[in-house]
């Protein structure tokens, strides 16, 4: 039984920590109903992966002394396109982190090199924001401009160097009917830095982010396209896909592979040095110069204009293995109006690898490594919004911090009232049970009185009419030997009389097993008898007063066996669990009739037993055929 006291500082504990508090604020109900909503819009959302590691990170500005230094950079998309969207994909840079995020920034379009003037697509300079490496998506709806700008109004500290200050972005992705216009554009940064592999202006729009491949992960087993293996890097290898018949073709992607089977290759057996043909013209030549392996990020190429049957891959320097050399790639995708045409050409190639995960086939199966391949534009505007309704859970957690902090305040006094009440209320308890208890004290004494009276003082009686009939009969033996009798059987219950006053209020039921085993020793001495007790290690304990019913229920069992059964065998187990214990007597004696039980035979004293412990007694038994008695009962 948990303490009353006890009990009511939990339930104040709870009320004060974790308690819905509703009803003394009324805002966290809408708090609350609007996470639940949040969390699930997130569920239907593309998870944010683990950050891929890049070797073009992306665009660096100058340094600055001030924070509130502008920086800006600029790209020209060639010619005036009706715009989509644009996507801001932040820099990583060694943690899982957006490196260098400007706190406060615009974005703007123009079709005037010199901005002036120029729609503002996103102003995020009021208020700073958080730094995540999430992408940001901005919905165009449908202005036609030339030329994009970001402009940072409040830099961010340069890591370990608080005094300088610098913006960096990852990627600046514009998208017009579905294809990214800002691929490879003329990018214009009066302020910036320059250290190759990693940091460049040119890599503000090379297609590289750190968000991976836009895929929805699953476990078929399809990795790609594989050529043979080559003992030697330098060595040609094509792949070729052929539309069936001329197309226009405005960008031709390729996807790295990735295979489970090699966890931490990225970019498996992309080629250092390649070209791209359309019909046998030249659409990329990387012949000359090793091509930075792009790991899980597609390597695009606009074809404006391009119109062919055929789209030729050729590796002239080979991928290393593992001490051998490949070509592999995921996917091989061309785009008509943002449709990829090349789901259903013939592939070629100079050779291959084929087993159950590479095939020709896998080379223009619409999946990477990994799964399914997805829209891009799609993918990334809904891991937008992912970082959007992120934000909103945090800005939400603020808010409802601060309402519960309110609702527990204006519940302060009531606190401090049921805390009150809580340890009268337990003062009156304790004082009700220790009245309680001393009437129960009072009661154990007359009930010990009682049985000092009935059990000793019958032997007592008995010894001595014996011992005067001895001193009238010359011939005492038989006298003799019923003195001796009692007198054993009027020690033994002293001994289990003061056994009981001996122990405490709620002594274990492991020492009323042991008194229960001496006693059935003293009662069954001159029969075969066996007691056992499977719980013998248990710190179980129970009142008083159920040590009591039960020692003199055993006591009354076996002297049942002992001067009526004419038993040569007699079991005794007893068990306990969850409160709950467990006595069964069996012999092998004479038995008797259950249907004509009568009080002279004891039993009605072990039925009276039973029901004061408030549980059941069995009993069973036949002439000739032993009797077995199990009691069952519960214990606080």
Aim: glycine content about 6%; charged content about 20%.
């Amino acid at each position: 039984m948990v303490h009353p006291l006890k009990s009511g500082l939990l339930i104040l504990a709870s009320l004060l920590t974790t308690a819905p508090w509703s009803w003394l604020n009324s805002q966290l109900s809408s708090l609350d109903h609007r996470q639940d909503e949040l969390h699930v819009a997130l569920a239907k959302l593309p998870a944010l992966l683990a950050p891929q590691p890049q070797e073009h990170t992306g665009f660096h500005s100058g340094l600055a002394p001030q924070a509130d230094s502008v920086r800006w950079v600029q790209i020209d998309l060639g010619t005036e396109y009706p715009l989509d969207a644009v996507v801001i994909i932040p820099a990583m840079l060694g943690a899982a982190e957006a490196y260098g995020f400007p706190r406060r920034f615009r974005l703007d379009a123009s079709n005037d090199p010199l901005f002036a003037e120029s729609t503002t697509l996103l102003d995020q300079t009021a208020a700073d924001v958080t730094p995540a490496l999430a992408p940001w998506h901005i919905a165009a709806q449908g202005i036609k401009a030339r030329h994009i700008r970001f402009t940072a109004t409040k830099l961010a500290a340069q890591p370990h160097e608080m005094r300088r200050f610098i913006f960096c972005l990852g990627e600046l992705l514009v998208f017009s009917q579905g294809r990214n216009v800002a691929l490879h554009a003329q990018v214009l940064a009066p302020n910036s830095v320059e250290t190759l592999p990693t940091w460049s202006p040119r890599h503000l729009v090379d297609g590289a982010y750190a968000l991976g491949l836009p895929v929805h992960p699953d476990e078929i087993n399809g990795n790609g396209w594989h050529s043979g293996i080559s003992t030697t890097a330098e060595i040609t290898k094509w792949v070729q896909a052929d539309l069936g018949e001329p197309r226009d073709i405005q960008e031709i992607r390729l996807i790295p592979a990735h295979p489970r089977d090699y966890p931490e290759r990225f970019g498996f057996g992309f080629p250092r040095r390649f070209k791209v043909e359309a019909d046998g013209n030249t659409i990329f030549d990387s012949t000359r110069a090793d091509f930075s392996n792009p790991g899980d990020t597609p390597v695009a190429f606009l074809t404006p204009g391009l119109r062919a049957q055929t789209l030729r891959i050729t590796a002239t320097q080979l991928w290393e293995r593992s001490g051998d050399f490949v070509f592999a790639l995921a996917e091989l995708q061309a785009f008509d109006r943002g449709k990829n045409i090349v789901r259903n050409a013939v592939i070629t190639a100079s050779d291959d690898t084929l087993t159950p995960s590479w095939s020709p086939a896998g080379l223009i199966d619409g999946r990477s490594s990994s799964g399914l391949l997805l829209d891009e534009a799609a993918w990334l505007a809904e891991l937008a919004q992912r970082r959007q309704l992120t934000d909103e859970l945090a800005t939400l957690d603020v808010q409802r911090a601060a309402a519960l902090a309110r609702a527990q305040h204006r519940a302060a006094w009531l606190a401090g009232a049921l805390l009150f009440l809580v340890l009268i209320i337990a003062l009156l308890l304790v004082l009700r049970s220790r009245r309680s208890r001393r009437r129960e004290i009072e009661s154990l004494r007359h009930r010990i009185s009682r049985d000092l009276h009935d059990e000793i003082g019958s032997h007592l009686g008995s010894i001595r009419l014996m011992s005067e009939l001895a001193l009238r009969d010359g011939s005492a033996s038989d006298s003799l030997e019923e003195i001796h009798r009692l007198a054993g059987e009027a020690a033994e219950s002293m001994r289990g009389i003061i056994w009981l006053v001996r122990e405490g209020d709620a002594p274990p039921l492991t020492s009323l097993v042991e008194a229960m085993r001496q006693s059935a020793a003293a009662l069954l001495k001159d029969i075969d008898w066996k007691f056992e007790s499977p719980n013998s290690g248990d710190s179980a304990t129970a009142s008083l007063e159920f040590h009591r019913q039960v020692f003199l229920f055993i006591r009354e069992a076996a002297y049942n066996i002992a001067r009526h059964a004419h038993a040569t065998q007699v079991r005794i187990e007893v068990s306990w669990k969850v409160k709950h214990f467990h006595l069964h007597l069996e012999d092998n004696g004479c038995g008797f009739d259950v249907a004509a039980i009568t009080a002279g035979n004891g039993l009605a004293n072990l039925q009276h037993r039973a029901t004061v412990l408030g549980g059941s007694l069995q009993i069973t038994s036949r002439p000739g055929r032993g009797t077995r008695i199990t009691l069952e009962a519960d214990f606080s």
